[in-house]
C-alpha cells in the first residue's frame, strides 16, 4: 500500500506536470484531485509536447489507471476536447475514470467568473476565467451539478432550472448581462454527458482498492500551496485545497494511506495573476529569467511574474502539505547567472521575519532579505547525476536543502522525461 501525494510548493507551474510523469512510470494509478482546467500541466517525451489541463498527466503510460477524483471541478466540453485531442496524438483513454460526485463548471460559472474579475477592477484576482471560483462556490453553497447528475435526466433539468432562476436574476439585475436559456444548455451538456458516461466509476473505490492490492497511486497535484483557499496568500488564490489534506478529500482516501508528500519547486519562483510576491523581480533580471524559463502561462499564455527562490515559501509549504521530500525543477534556467540570490527572511519594518507571515497585509510589506551566492555558467542540460553538477549548482542545492530542512529527491535540468536527475526513490 503506498500513495505519494505530489503538491505545488510554490505559486503553481513548479513543473508537476513533468514530475507527476516521470513518477508515473512506477505507479498503477494516477489521481487528479483538485483544481480544474485552471490547471496547465506540461509534459514533454522526446519531441513531443502536452499541455495537459484535466486528465492526470499519467495518461501517456498505456497500463495506467488515470482518475479525475471527486473533488475537481469538470467542464465537460474542456474535457472531452482534451480526450479527443489526446486519442488523435494516438494516446489512449480507456484508462480513464471520472468520478460522478466532481462539480460540473456549467457556462454561467464561465460567465458569472469573467464578470466578477471584471467589476472588480484594479481588485481583481487575474483569475483564468474558467469558471472555477463560482463552481466552487456552488459547490459549498449546495446547489452544484455533480458529474452523476448529468445522466439522470429530469433530476439534472430540475436543478439546472432552479439553478438559473437565481444565475439569471444575478446576470441580468447585478451585471445588466445577457440570461442563459435552459434548454440550450441542458441539449449541449445532455451530449456531453452520454460521451462521459462510459468513464464514471466509484473512484474512492477503486483507489482504495488498488492500495490494498499494494499497488501505487500517485496523486498529481494541481496549483501550489500558496494559491490554497486556506492556506495561500487570500484572496489571491483559487478556490479549492491544493494542499496536501485537499488531497486525500479530493481522491477519497484516508491520511493513513499517505506514504510521502513530494513537493515540487522550481529554483526560482513564479506567479500568475494578481496578489503579493515579495522576491518579484521587476527588472531586467525578471525578464531575463522569463524569456529564458519559457515563462508564460500554459492555460492563458500570461506572462509569469518571476523573482529569486523564496526558502520562507518552501519551508511553509513544507510544513502545511507535511512534504518530506522536495523535487525541485529548471535548475538548467539557472545557469549564466553571475549570481544567484536565496531569499532567507523578510524585513517588516524594524522587524526581521524568519517564517512566512500569516497576514496578508503584513506580507504586502514585507522586503525579502537576501543571501547571495555564485552562479555556474555550464549547461546542465546533459548531466545526470548530482556529481556532473557544477560545485556552485551543488551548492546552491545544499543550501535550499537547509534552509527547508527537506531533503531532495529529484532534479530536474529540462523539461523532457529524461532530463531528470533521481536521488531517491518516491515510492
Ligand atoms: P505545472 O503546472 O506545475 O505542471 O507546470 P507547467 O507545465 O505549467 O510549467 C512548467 C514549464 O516548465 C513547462 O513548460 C515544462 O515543460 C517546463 N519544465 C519543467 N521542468 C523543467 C526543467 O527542469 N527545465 C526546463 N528548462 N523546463 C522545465
Ligand atoms: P497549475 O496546476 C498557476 C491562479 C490564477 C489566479 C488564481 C485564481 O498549472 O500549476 P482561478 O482561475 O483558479 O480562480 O484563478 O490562481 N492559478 C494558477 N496559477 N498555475 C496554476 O495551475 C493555476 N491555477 C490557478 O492565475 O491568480
Ligand atoms: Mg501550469
Known sequence: MAAV???????????KGKVTDFLASQAQVVVRSTGGNNAGHTVVVGEEEFKIHLVPSGILYPATICVIGNGVVIDPKVLLTEMDSLEARGVSIANLRISPNAHVIMPYHIKLDELEEESKGNNKIGTTKRGIGPAYMDKAGRT??????????????????????SKNLILEKVYGAKPFVAEKIFAEYLGYAKRLAPYLADTSLLINAALERGEKVLLEGAQGTLLDLDHGTYPYVTSSNPTAGGACVGAGIGPTRIKNVVGVIKAYT?????GPFPTELVDAAGEEIRQKGHEFGTTTGRPRRCGWFDALIARYAARVSGINAFALTKLDVMGGLETIKICIGYQRGDELLTEFPLSQTALAECQPVYEEMPGWQEDLSQM????????????????????????????????????????????
Request: no cysteine; charged share 30%; hydrophobic share 40%.
Open 144 to 165: 452544484g451539478i455533480r458529474m452523476g447528475d448529468l445522466i439522470e435526466e429530469d433530476g439534472f433539468r430540475r436543478k439546472l432550472e432552479s439553478n438559473l432562476q
Open 270 to 274: 513564479t506567479r500568475v495573476g494578481e
Open 384 to 427: 545526470r547525476s548530482l556529481a556532473e553538477l557544477p560545485q556552485a549548482a551543488r551548492n546552491y542545492l545544499n543550501r535550499i536543502k537547509e534552509l527547508t530542512g527537506v531533503d531532495l529527491f529529484l532534479i530536474a535540468v529540462g523539461p523532457r522525461r529524461d532530463e531528470t536527475i533521481v536521488l531517491q526513490e518516491a515510492f
Open 5 to 15: 501525494v505530489l503538491v505545488g510548493a510554490q505559486w503553481g507551474d513548479e513543473g
